[in-house]
């Protein structure tokens, strides 16, 4: 698998990214250990976790396999601080203490001195965008972590914090995919600007553009029931689903998958440094890593995005 710099940094990561987010709910510790295997074995190098995903078991699952399935300096990791669940209920507070303290408290279930990657998952209004950086510039220079990046910021956010940080600032963490095009307009061209990477969240739509909706809901799928229905539902619509068919239609004429067709699309445009997928099951990752990750035709990708362009 091709390893990629994440924007104008030396840090390399492999084109796509095993994401955590189901591990500890929906992915337990047996399946979590083959996706991680299936991943190295394929080339696969960074993995992307947060202390918000299963309320830190995600980290701790990741952790648990460090040393047994991997050797800490075989994977590169991403994990991120800033979002809480007090009473249940998720906010956010990138405060200095939080930030710090939630880094100790990653570090200790991952069961390593450093992560590669540490990100301010979300924007927080109440707290100055002073305080969070210097909390990640201490983290930087203290070697806890090697590079610092911000997630689900928008355009201006990221600008604004690249300007004020004072020291680099590497990637920046959004949901990008042909269903999900919104980036293109002010947070690519403000990460491309600062000399970010975007590391695109979400490639394959949730898995809509696997084309496995395009009959009904599968019972097993995240689009079933509960959270994940709810976050799936929006990709559903007439717009993405004439997006779904386009892409289905560009699979079948190039002899590819449609996870083939959306993958080697997102990779190949401007700013981003890998494609997290989150593979809940070693049957869903292994029919991604399937993909080629090769180019398309150029007709091919100006008739997607002509299909897929917001509106």
Known sequence: MQQRYVGNSGLR??????????????????????????????????????????????????????????????????????????????????SRNAMLTGLDASLARLGTDYVD?????????????????????????????????????????????????????????AEYSLVRRSPESELIPSIEDAGLG????????????TGKYRGGIPSDSRGAAGVGAASVEP????KPSRTVEAVCTAAKGLGRTPQDVSLSWVLSQHGVATAVVGPRTPVQL??????????????ISRALEDVSAPQ
Request: glycine share 10%; with cysteine; charged share 20%.
């Open 235 to 238: 990709d559903l619509a007439e």
């Open 13 to 94: 990561v492999s084109a796509l990214s095993l994401g955590t987010m189901t591990w500890g709910t929906e992915t337990d510790e047996q399946d979590a250990s083959e996706l991680l295997r299936i991943f190295l074995a394929a080339g696969g190098r960074h993995v992307d976790t947060a202390a918000s995903y299963a309320d830190g078991r995600s980290e701790a699952l990741l952790g648990s396999l460090l040393g047994d399935v991997v050797s800490r300096t075989g994977v590169t990791i991403s994990t991120k601080a800033g979002m809480t669940t007090p009473d249940g209920r998720r906010g956010v507070d990138t």
């Open 286 to 299: 292994k029919e991604t890593l399937e993909a080629q990750l090769n180019p398309l035709p150029p007709e």
């Open 198 to 209: 975007l590391m695109a969240c979400a490639p394959l739509g949730r898995g809509v553009l």
């Open 117 to 173: 990657i540490w990100f301010a998952e979300a924007w927080d209004p109440n707290v100055p965008l002073e305080e969070t950086l210097s909390a990640m510039e201490f983290a930087v220079r203290s070697g806890r972590a090697r590079y610092a990046g911000v997630s689900n910021y928008s355009g201006w956010q990221v600008a604004k914090a690249a300007v004020l940080a004072g020291f680099p600032l590497v990637a920046s963490q």
